[in-house]
């Protein structure tokens, strides 16, 4: 978990808009290639936003759920946006790809303009969800273990990784960011999901000072 810092910009319980998370499922065929698989997805996103809202209500957190359909331009850009600023803080903070000018601060964000967020869904921070999971199909198992018996190299076969930040819509900083990987709970199931949720949102400040974990 990176706690970024506390929640200083608004009052005590502040209200977070939670984002429709960005989770997508695949099933990597054979030949490795990705295909994405709706049915998986669908049934992610749902158990995703139902385990969210009930970790919000056990730890006393002022979470609103924004739905999909009710998502504009701004909002969809923005998403898109938290995509890339994620990935870019996986490479170059977590990761092996240390930005210079970074150091060791976490100083990133998605831009003032953010605050048409807290505008349309009067909230103060904004949860954003990034999430992928790549499961091997039968072929792409008898594929690997076929490749590592002739060459002795493993193939691989599938992937998960996720993760969340927390965007204070004043001003558009990053406040926090937590990053899941394998292993961390399957979506697609009503208790991998609650699982996944607790592992994601572990240690998020809800209140100033404090944090999900008391």
Known sequence: VQQIDKLESVGDSPTIALMPPDIRYYLVTAGGVPEPNVEWTESAQSNFMSATLDY?????????????????????????????????????????FKLPSKADNFDWSLGPGVSTIADRYEADYALFVHYRDYQASGGRVAMGIFTALVTGVAAPMGSEQGFASLVDLKTGDIVWFNVVIAGSGELRNVDGAAKAVRGLF???????????EQ
């Open 202 to 212: 572990r240690d998020i400040p809800t209140q100033q000072g404090n944090s999900a």
């Open 56 to 96: 919000a209500k056990e730890i006393g957190a002022d979470i609103k759920a924004i739905d999909k359909n009710d998502l504009g331009d701004a909002e969809n850009r923005y998403d898109t946006l938290h995509s890339a600023v994620g990935r870019t803080i996986m490479d170059n903070h977590f990761g092996m």
